[in-house]
């Protein structure tokens, strides 16, 4: 399997596929120039972006993309489901804690200092945004400011491979964590994954045996920062304003898309294990997940622990 690696939406990204060489080779090209178009698109860090002006807009319709009205009729439905806990609208609470830039710049420049971040704000619910499927128009209340950063990434993760699908038999996108799986490769009868050790990345905790579909991990411990001597990271607990503590340093789920394993991994990071069963059980998305704790054991449903290659 052919193998092509960048780094896009501050984040590593691998395309993988099998195939005849010169097909590959225009599909490779054919996804990076969408997730590059992709990320213009979605990203917070640009003022040019589709997004920025979004949340320029706060208080008026704003005629939307397809694209981005998609993913925000997605961000919606999963605010639901999750109870709130997968809640775009805490980017004035990022900002608050320093994530102010993009990470690259973040781990280069350092965070603002922690005074501006001691109180959360109040801003209005992500419940009061207002789409209008007819007209292809949003309203975001007055105060309000969007970060769609994991959804969005999912999101285009499973679109590129959908991309990359037209040029090869089999094929893989993963971005930063967040992948989709088309067919299977070569000589197999399920996708090899492995769940990475939170705390030693260098190093693998286990290997999961999934069939195509999505598989999306997120963590506590990869976008971390300080502000001054306090230590903080990207999952903002939409309860409390802050940087969420919880009992697991990381989440994997087994999905059919990549948006929903990207957005319910986060929900159930944030919840720990008091919230997660719950959401799987009353959500209405079929997901399966994995956990690691502080002591690097693996938690998760018996179902979801067939995964585990035990080979």
Known sequence: METFRFRLMNTDILLAAQGTPARIAEGFEEAQQFIHASEGRFSRFSGQSEL???????????????????VLGLAQR????????????????????GYDRSMDLLRQQGAAPLFESLLAGEHPSFSEMELDERRGMILLPPGMALDLGGIAKGWIAEQAALIL????SACAVNAGGDMFLVGLPEGEDQWPVAIEDPLQPENDLTTLRVDPGAVATSTVTKRVWKQEEKQ?????????????????LSVTVIAPHTYEAEVFAKALLIGGPQESEEIARKCGTQFSYLAVDHDRKIWGPQKSLEYINVH
């Not at 699908?165 to 090869?168: D, R």
């Not at 903080?232 to 697991?248: F, Q, Y």
């Open 52 to 70: 920025s002006e979004l949340n320029r807009s706060a208080g008026t319709p704003f005629q939307a993309s397809p694209d981005l009205f998609s």
């Open 78 to 97: 999963f605010f639901h489901q999750t109870r709130g806990l997968f809640d775009p609208s805490i980017l004035p609470d990022l900002l608050r804690a």
């Open 165 to 168: 699908s037209e040029f090869s």
């Open 232 to 248: 903080r990271h990207h999952l903002i607990d939409p309860r409390t304003g802050e940087p969420a503590v919880t009992d697991w």
